[in-house]
T-cell receptor
């Protein structure tokens, strides 16, 4: 299995609080991604990174920010969480843009 | 908007039958496609990828890509109850590092 660790695995928090999710990889892959998965919407890309300090937006980036200061870590931040951001969040990595993506185990986030 | 479309199902097949899962895409520039299997409550798991026209076989799984018709399919031979899952098709958006995922097809294999 690809060495991808997401933390925390579960989190419950309140509306308006900041939340940071972490994705850590041991594969030295260049590309890292954050997705959310909701019933009826499938997997939707939030942000992705193609190198240290190089990031770009996905289709549902509003309300989220990311940072990548090291190859192995990609952080997703919800500056002020809203109930609409309750979801399962997956991190994925790939060696290059034409290679398959491999997913972490996910973080289940509930915002009350 | 570049899209990847799948029939959400559920697709129900008896044990031992061939399950056929299909996916169409709109981006003619896409060069490769990926099939993921996702069990309920778990993360997507890569099961097949295909980069060229034609068929690619791996055990009970065969991926087929037809670029002229813009469709990709996954055949599962000798379907087993353990194959019951949601299958996601994904293709890259041209010249980006992004993958576009279909909504997924739920497969049910009945003993």
């Amino acid at each position: 299995d690809a060495g991808i660790t997401q933390s925390p695995r579960h989190k419950v928090t309140e509306t308006g609080t900041p939340v940071t999710l972490r994705c850590h990889q041991t594969e030295n892959h260049r590309y890292m991604y954050w997705y959310r998965q909701d019933p009826g919407h499938g997997l939707r890309l939030i942000h992705y990174s193609y190198g240290v300090k190089d990031t770009d937006k996905g289709e549902v980036s509003d309300g989220y920010s990311v940072s990548r200061s090291k190859t192995e870590d990609f952080l997703l931040t919800l500056e002020s969480a809203t109930s609409s951001q309750t979801s399962v969040y997956f991190c994925a990595i790939s060696e290059s843009r034409d290679q398959p993506q491999h997913f972490g185990d996910g973080t289940r986030l509930s915002i009350l | 908007q570049k899209e990847v479309e799948q029939n959400s199902g559920p697709l129900s097949v008896p044990e031992g039958a061939i399950a056929s899962l299909n996916c169409t895409y709109s981006d003619r520039g896409s060069q490769s496609f990926f099939w993921y299997r996702q069990y309920s409550g778990k993360s997507p798991e890569l099961i097949m990828f295909i980069y060229s026209n034609g068929d690619k076989e791996d055990g009970r799984f065969t991926a087929q890509l037809n670029k002229a018709s813009q469709y990709v399919s996954l055949l599962i031979r000798d379907s087993q109850p353990r194959d019951s899952a949601t299958y996601l098709c994904a293709g890259p958006a041209s010249n980006t590092g992004k993958l576009i995922f279909g909504q997924g097809t739920t497969l049910q294999v009945k003993p």
